[in-house]
DNA sequence: ACAAAAGTGTTGCTGTTACACCCATGG
DNA sequence: CCATGGGTGTAACAGCAACACTTTTGT
């Protein structure tokens, strides 16, 4: 056969992270079917836009800036996954600030969900993102640090970071361990700056060592 | 937009471990565009079969029986990536043992080649074994031991296993410590055979401890 | 007897775990 | 002054790296 014909989408997994857990960005579906569902941001796509493009255009369709991390997820092709036909979906991890998109959500119909508490979903959507938060949480244990990266842009303080690096191995870490092994590693510096915010004593703020963790590949 | 139209192809890379190196089957292509390069087995497929049956049909094309282990590796979207057109690869990473594929190869336009020593390749083969075999050896070295019982289903030596190892992780490994991280994880088992073949002393055979590998991941 | 490859143990080092008390702030 | 959360050091242990000589076979 030399020639084929086929129905593409690509679905965004939109990512950040927030009070030590991992969330996903989600859309209330406008039309049938699964009108009123939570469903993955995406579009159909044809043999004339790069799956770069679209991913953009979903993402800026949503909010009005760029996202600074992506890569690809897996490609889901199962017959019936779309009403009975064959959809193939492409998928694409984004990772992005929560209060970024925060600020500028005057957008009714999107909302974070924990990974982990996620909503009624349409279609096979809720086993796309069992799939794919799995695999980022086995990147994450396996050291593939560069996602924290763009995970933390900004300022954090070492028990928001801890709590979520807890989240995703699935265990429990003594807080000194913990500092101690990120501090060996050279992989964050020390602001100067303070969160007041929390109950206590105010925590350091620290930001990640960019240059530390390139190809900081177990 | 709610419908699309896109060209798929499925695309097989097709390993095994031989001589200590990784190996990917590719067949010799007997049509234009690119008569006479080395590309991947695939087939395009169309939206009535699935990934899974399009991948046992172009492995048995190649021999008539069944592989043992698959999983998806990356989809490769470019717009021009097939003469100027966007056709889509799926990959499926097939992982099996060489001797089994040796025995039956009566055609001659399919053959073994060591990932680090490619010939030339039609369309964007090229890039896509580079990025896939990389991913692989990311896999074995982050002790995803699965893909090991595999790659080894039958009786082996330790040097052949360490040397596989060492190529795929990139750097060399002492003897002793090789075998004593492989046994304090209880991976192996002796079989009791001695191999004779090697020039020397005859080496001890062992097979792996399935029970010992599943979800053997760092 | 020699060449080729396999087999084997010990020591130091390094990274990991386990563990508990004091400090800075807000109410 | 009390509740809340943040910050810190040490000692035992385990896993990892470095290292060289002996054994078994074929020729």
């Given at each position: ?10 679905l965004?997994?939109?990512c ?6 991992l ?5 209330k ?15 159909f ?10 991913t953009k ?6 909010v009005?800036?760029?996202?600074t ?6 490609t ?7 009403e009975?036909r064959?959809?193939i ?17 005057e957008?009714e ?19 796309i993102?069992?799939k794919?938060?799995?695999e980022?949480k ?12 763009y995970l933390?842009p ?14 995703m191995?699935?265990?429990?870490i ?6 101690k ?5 050279n992989l ?6 303070k ?7 105010p925590?350091t ?11 900081t590949?177990?």
């Amino acid at each position: 056969m030399e020639n084929s014909n086929n129905e593409i989408e690509n679905l965004l997994v939109i990512c950040a992270a927030d009070e030590g857990k991992l969330k996903v960005l989600l859309k209330k579906r406008e039309k049938e079917p699964y009108y009123g569902y939570w469903v993955l941001p995406g579009e159909f796509i044809d043999s004339n836009i790069t799956e770069e493009e679209s991913t953009k255009q979903i993402f800026n369709a949503l909010v009005p800036f760029d996202y600074t991390y992506t890569f690809q997820g897996e490609t889901f092709s199962d017959l019936n996954r779309y009403e009975g036909r064959r959809v193939i979906a492409l998928t694409n991890i984004v990772i992005t600030d929560k209060q970024l998109i925060d600020l500028k959500k005057e957008k009714e119909n999107i909302e974070w969900f924990d990974v982990d508490e996620l909503p009624k979903l349409g279609f096979d959507h809720g086993k796309i993102i069992e799939k794919i938060s799995t695999e980022l949480k086995y990147k994450i244990a396996c050291n593939y640090h560069d996602i924290l990266i763009y995970l933390f842009p900004s300022d954090f303080t070492l028990s928001e970071l801890q709590t979520f690096y807890e989240s995703m191995v699935g265990e429990e870490i003594d807080r000194r361990n913990f500092k101690k092994k990120i501090t060996t590693l050279n992989l964050i510096t020390d602001t100067g700056v303070k969160d007041t915010l929390s109950g206590g004593r105010p925590s350091t703020l620290y930001k990640f060592n960019i240059e530390s963790m390139k190809g900081t590949r177990l």
